[in-house]
């Protein structure tokens, strides 16, 4: 069984990439553990699990995905777990946060520091930003709109916001989450980091046409489905 350390930073990214790795490894092939931060009786921070997605038979490939709680924490909770990991026998570790708040020109130093530091042997770590933030992907994915409400078509998105999704570069979109909430908003539905609301779009998602389409066009996209192919392959 392979094995997978997935650190996101927070629980819209950890909803995705769970049902991210359940479209291409497939439900009946994976084993998916969700885990949480909390501080215990001693003020300490630590990680416990919150759920267990199994077909309960023999599986191929073992999952933990990390919900940091922050972009910042990302780095420094692959750090504080690498040793355990490598004692778990983890194959690889991968990271996702968000640029955003930061800005666009700022990528190349975050990057920079991402990976500053960073054991990478024997388990190889990989730390990769959703630019600007994970919600450019969901944005992207554009056939999701008609599916939240019949009449978020992109000519009426044009019309009222003034942006086509479709051609736009999407990663150069500052605030996309925020993006999102205005198009929901036109059929008077909201965006927001509540659990509910981020279930409901990322079921609405189309994740073939994620996985096989928008891997082309969005650079971060690409690189994070790549480390993901690399662990699965």
């Known amino acids: 069984m392979k094995k997978l350390a997935v650190f996101v930073e927070g629980q819209t990214e950890q909803l995705f990439v769970c049902k991210l790795l359940e479209e291409i490894a497939g439900k009946n092939n994976i084993t998916i553990e969700k885990k949480k931060w909390r501080i215990n009786k001693k003020g300490i921070r630590v990680f416990t699990t919150v759920d267990v997605l199994s077909s309960n038979k023999k599986t191929s490939y073992n999952i933990l995905i990390y919900d940091c709680g922050s972009d910042s924490k990302?780095?420094?909770?692959?750090?504080?777990?690498?040793?355990?990991?490598?004692?778990?026998?983890?194959?690889?570790?991968i990271g996702l946060r968000d640029v955003y708040p930061n800005k666009y020109q700022e990528i190349g130093k975050i990057e920079k520091y991402l990976h500053y530091g960073i054991k990478t042997k024997p388990i190889s770590v990989s730390i990769v930003l959703a630019v600007m933030e994970i919600e450019a992907w969901f944005l992207a994915e554009a056939s999701h709109f008609t599916k939240i409400?019949?009449?978020?078509?992109?000519?009426?998105?044009?019309?009222?916001?003034?942006?086509?999704?479709?051609?736009?570069?999407?990663?150069?979109?500052?605030?996309?989450a925020q993006d999102l909430n205005n198009i929901y908003g036109l059929e008077s539905f909201a965006y927001n980091k509540r659990r509910k609301n981020c279930e409901r779009t990322i079921k609405?998602?189309?994740?073939?046409?994620?996985?096989?389409?928008?891997?082309?066009?969005?650079?971060y996209l690409s690189k994070f489905i790549y480390e993901i192919n690399s662990f699965l392959t």
């Open 74 to 93: 990302v780095k420094s909770d692959i750090s504080e777990n690498y040793d355990n990991l490598v004692k778990n026998n983890y194959d690889k570790i």
């Open 149 to 176: 409400h019949k009449k978020l078509t992109i000519d009426r998105i044009v019309k009222h916001l003034n942006f086509d999704i479709t051609k736009e570069d999407i990663e150069l979109r500052n605030h996309p």
């Open 204 to 219: 609405a998602l189309d994740f073939n046409l994620i996985y096989l389409d928008l891997v082309n066009r969005i650079k």
